[in-house]
């Protein structure tokens, strides 16, 4: 029965609410865990109360997981029985009587723009090798257009709009958005287009994805993240990929554009996901603040 279940849970997740992918995954396998743990005590999914719930939670809590994946495993575990009192197993929900944990505000980090140059340029010093010019091209495109790491490497050939300079893509819960792509980004894109990738690709192959691994594969985020930090560590820059989207953000913000375009290009289903930049910005002002006004470090007695 706990195969089926997940196996429906799963599919609801993904064709019913839209999920993405990662994100079904990512909640199966904590339904997985949990069921096991009802099985462990022999207590039905169908009969288990909201003390026996939260239980679990608390002993999930105990492997000192952040605030932020308890929230992440809570929302699973409340989707879980959701889908079980939509479809008719139970009728109530135990986990909706639990608070959900609170998770704390992380502010992004972002790199200076010198910091992304320096970067690319450790890039651009290993010449023509394919590999390179493919990362430069890259690299470019996930700053340029603000990306995540699984939405560049899912890219394909029809998503870039060269003629009109824009690229679609496809973020979580397969929403799509248009970005547009800069000239840096357009030209580095271009050379691997026309002279790296066909090197790449198999002959006889008919892949579709955008950035090709050295055999012609797709590329994949393991690749991105071990390249990326490898580059960043020469570059004496401490940085993930992911760093280069909190830039796009944090630069288009200090300079001068709308949050609400911030969000649409960034892909972000609330603003208040948007507004944590905007913390960082106010450090920055304050920090300057501190440094530069008369009275902003007044002497202490």
């Known amino acids: 029965m706990d195969a089926t279940l997940?196996?429906?849970?799963?599919?609801?997740?993904?064709?019913?609410?839209?999920?993405?992918?990662?994100?079904?995954?990512?909640?199966?396998?904590?339904?997985?865990?949990?069921?096991?743990?009802?099985?462990?005590?022999?207590?039905?999914v169908k009969e288990v109360t909201s003390e026996e719930a939260l239980t679990y939670f608390v002993a999930r809590a105990k492997g000192d997981l952040s605030s932020r994946t308890q929230a992440k495993n809570m929302s699973a575990l409340r989707s879980f029985h959701r889908f079980l009192t939509e479809s008719g197993v139970r009728l109530d929900n135990p986990f909706e009587t639990i608070d959900m944990p609170k998770t704390k505000v992380t502010i992004p980090e972002s790199v200076p723009y010198e910091a992304v140059v320096e970067i690319l340029k450790v890039i651009d010093e290993r010449g023509d090798e394919p590999l390179a010019l493919r990362d430069k091209a890259l690299f470019e495109l996930i700053y340029s257009c603000g990306l995540r790491v699984s939405e560049a490497c899912s890219l394909t050939l029809s998503d870039y709009r060269e003629g009109e300079q824009?690229?679609?893509?496809?973020g979580k819960g397969d929403k799509e958005r248009l970005v547009p792509v800069g000239a840096y980004a357009r030209e580095a894109l271009g050379y691997y287009l026309e002279e790296v990738r066909p090197s790449l690709l198999n002959p006889a192959s008919q892949e579709k994805h955008l950035f090709l691994g050295r055999r012609g594969k797709p590329?994949?985020?393991?690749q991105v993240w071990k390249r990326f930090k490898a580059y960043s560590t020469e570059a004496n820059v401490e940085a993930k990929v992911h760093t280069l989207r909190h830039s796009f953000a944090s630069h288009l913000l200090r300079g001068g554009a709308d949050l609400r375009i911030i969000q649409e290009l960034l892909g972000h289903s609330d603003i208040k996901t948007t507004q944590i930049y905007t913390h960082s910005e106010t450090e920055d002002l304050l920090q300057a603040y501190r440094q530069y006004h008369p009275e902003g470090e007044p002497d202490k007695p």
């Not at 824009?166 to 496809?170: D, E, P, T």
């Open 6 to 44: 997940i196996e429906e849970f799963n599919d609801y997740l993904f064709i019913e609410k839209r999920n993405s992918k990662a994100t079904a995954s990512l909640y199966t396998a904590e339904v997985e865990r949990y069921l096991k743990f009802l099985n462990s005590k022999n207590i039905s």
């Open 166 to 170: 824009l690229l679609r893509v496809i």
């Open 219 to 222: 590329l994949g985020r393991a």
